[in-house]
C-alpha cells in the first residue's frame, strides 16, 4: 500500500517481476477489494499471487515510533512478519522508510555481530556502478558501525552485483589538517590494520563517488543522504539544462533528433528506475525499500534486488564474513593498541 | 605562487583582470626572478603591480600548522601580512587550503560576532547561483556556528550576489525520525526564533542544492565537503558521459554539431572556471582561495570575488549584521528559553 501510484504500481510491478523471474512467488498485504482486481487482470501472476487482507496502513506522516507501537496490523507490519515467519524471503516496500527500518529493526533484528542496519543502494558511476552505506539510517555513526557497513557492503558488491575483489572507499574530505572527524579515522585505521580479506582503498572523497573510484563507498547515515540527494539533484539539473539547450534553436533540435538514440541511451542509464531498491541491510531478512514516487518499472527493479540477494545467497555470505571480521578484530584490537 | 601552473597562470590571470576592472592595483608575493618577465610581458599590468619578492613558499603538502609556525617569509604569509596592514584589500590565492585558512585565522583574527570562519562558494543552480558554506574549514560545528553561517552568507548573497531578499536553507536528512543531529535541529530552532531580517527557509536535503530551492545553503564543514565535491563530480560524470553519447554514431556525431552552439553554451555555464573562488568568510579581510588547478581564466574569476566583495561593501554589511545579530540574540536566548 506504500508509494505514490500505491497500489496500482506495486501489483504492475510485480506483473512485471512475474515474467523476468518465473521462480518468484507473490504474498500481497493491504486491502484486498483493491487488490484483488488489479492482480486478478494479469491471470499468470494471480496463479502465484496470495493476498493477505490488512485494513490498516502506515502512512508517510507517521513518526517511525508511533507506526511501530500502533500499526501492528497494518499491511507493513504483516509483510515483515512473514519474512521473520519464513512464508517469505524478502519483503519489498515503497512506503514510511523510517517506519520500515524501525519496524524491521524490532520484527527481524540485526544480524550477529552488526550493531546497528544501514541503507544501501547502488547507482551507475563512470566506471559502472558503486554502492554506497548508509544512506540515512544512522544519523551519527561510531567507527565499529562504520567497520561493519565496509564489510557488509564488500559481500553485497561480490554476492549480488558481480564484482570480483570489491575496492571499499571511505568518505571523507581533505581541507582539514586531521581529515575529518574522530570515527572515520578510527574507522580507516581499523580497516588498515585489519587482516580481512577486502581491499581497503582508504579515504575518498565526494567526487571520487560518480568517478566510480571504489566499488563500496562507506560513509555515516548524514552524509550519505546528503552525498546520494545531491547526486540525484546534480542529475535532475543537468537532464534539464540539456533539454533546455537543445531545444534552444532549430540546428540544436535538429542535432537533437539526429542524436536521439544516444540521448535516449544516456537518458536510460541514468533513469533511476533502473536504480531502484535500497536495502535496509544488516537486518535477520531481506528488507528492500522502493522509492515512493516511483512507478511499475521502478517498483520491478526493486523486486529484483530483492530477488539477486536471496539467488546470490547474500545471507550465508554474509555470515561467514561476519564471522571472520570478529575473530580478526579480537586480534586487530591487539594491534592497534601496541 | 600557489596552484598547479603558478606563477603563469596568476600573472595571466591578473592581466586579464585588469583588462576586466580598471581601478585594480596588484602586489605579486614570490620568487622575483620569475614573477618580473612575467609581468612585465604585459605592459598594462607592470604599471600597477608591485612585486614583493619572496623565496619560501607554503607547498601543498605543509601541514597548516607547521605552514603557520615555520613559513614566516613565505609568499602566502607576506600576502596576508599585507592585508592586516591594509597595504592591500584581499588576498587570493591558489595555494594550500588548510594554510590559507591557519594562516589567516592567525594574522586577520575573526570578524567580532564570529567564532570560526567558513569557506563559502557559489555555483549554478536550477534557478540561477546558490552560495553555499561551511565548505570544509569546520569538520564538526556547533548549533552557533551555523546560525553565524546563515548570517554571513546571508549578507554575501545580498551584497555580492545581488539576491534582493536572499532566502536560507539548513542542509539536512529527511529519513530520521528526528530529522538529522543535535547542532541542525538547535540551528533551526534559533533561525525560527530570531527576529533577524532574514528569509529563513527551514530544512532543505541534498538534491534541493541544485534546484536552487534557497540562494544560500548553510552546513558544516563535513557535509558541505561532501555536497561541493559530489556534485563536481557528478557534472564530470555527466559531461563525459553525454561526450560519449554524442560521438557513439555518424547521427549523434552530426547532431553534435548541429547541436555546437547550445552544448557550448551549457558546457559554458557549467565550465568550473567562471564559478572559480571560494571566499574564507568570517576574517577580519577577504581571503579569497582559488582552486589549485585552475588556469588563467579561472583565476581571473576568482580576483573577481574578490573585487565584488571591496566594491559591494561586503565588510562594513556583514558588521552591522553581525552587531544586530548579537543584540537579537539576547532576546532570542531569552524566547527559546521559556
Known amino acids: 500500500m506504500g508509494g505514490d501510484l ?35 487482470a494479469h491471470p499468470r501472476l494471480s496463479l502465484i499471487s ?85 544512506l540515512g539510517a544512522n544519523v551519527q555513526c561510531t567507527a565499529e558501525n562504520l567497520v561493519q557497513f565496509a564489510v557488509m557492503g564488500e559481500v553485497f558488491a561480490r554476492t549480488v552485483m558481480g564484482v570480483e575483489k ?12 586531521l581529515k575529518g572527524h574522530y570515527e572515520v579515522r578510527e574507522a ?24 566510480g573510484t571504489v566499488d563500496v563507498v562507506v560513509t555515516d547515515g548524514f552524509s550519505g543522504n546528503i552525498a546520494i540527494k545531491t547526486m540525484e539533484g546534480s542529475v535532475r539539473f543537468f537532464a534539464d539544462f540539456m533539454r533546455n539547450a537543445l531545444t534552444s534553436s532549430i540546428f540544436s ?10 540521448i535516449a541511451r544516456m537518458r536510460d542509464r541514468l533513469d533511476p528506475r533502473y536504480h531502484n531498491g535500497a536495502i535496509l541491510m544488516g537486518l535477520n531478512g531481506i528488507v528492500v525499500k522502493s522509492h515512493g514516487g516511483t ?15 536471496i539467488e546470490n545467497e547474500f545471507f550465508a555470505k554474509m555470515s561467514q564474513d561476519f564471522e571472520r571480521l570478529q575473530a580478526d578484530h579480537a ?8
Open 253 to 262: 533540435r535538429i542535432g537533437a533528433i539526429l542524436a536521439r538514440g544516444a
Open 50 to 134: 496470495t493476498i493477505h487482507h490488512s485494513a490498516d496502513v502506515v502512512t508517510n506522516d507517521d513518526k517511525p515510533s508511533v507506526a511501530l507501537r500502533s500499526r501492528r496490523h497494518s499491511s507493513m507490519r504483516l509483510a515483515i512478519d512473514a519474512v521473520k515467519d519464513k512464508e517469505a524471503d524478502a519483503v519489498v516496500s515503497a512506503g514510511n522508510t523510517g517506519a520500515l527500518m524501525a519496524i524491521s529493526k524490532v520484527v527481524l533484528k540485526t544480524l550477529e555481530g552488526i550493531d546497528r542496519p544501514a541503507i544501501a543502494s547502488s547507482f551507475p558511476t563512470m566506471r559502472g556502478s558503486t554502492c554506497m552505506l548508509d
Open 295 to 309: 512507478d511499475a518499472l521502478g517498483f520491478e527493479h526493486a523486486i529484483g534486488v530483492a530477488v539477486g540477494m
Open 331 to 338: 586480534h586487530t584490537a591487539t594491534v592497534t593498541v601496541t
Open 6 to 40: 500505491a497500489p496500482v504500481m506495486v501489483v504492475e510491478g510485480a506483473a512485471l517481476a512475474e515474467s523476468r523471474f518465473s521462480h518468484v512467488d507473490f504474498l500481497f498485504f493491504g486491502d484486498e477489494k483493491r487488490l484483488a482486481p488489479l492482480v486478478n
Open 166 to 177: 570489491p575496492t571499499i572507499g571511505l568518505l571523507n574530505i581533505g581541507v582539514e589538517e
Open 188 to 211: 580507516e585505521a581499523i580497516l588498515r590494520a585489519s587482516n580481512l580479506p577486502i581491499e581497503f582503498y582508504g579515504f575518498i572523497e565526494g567526487n571520487d563517488i560518480s568517478a
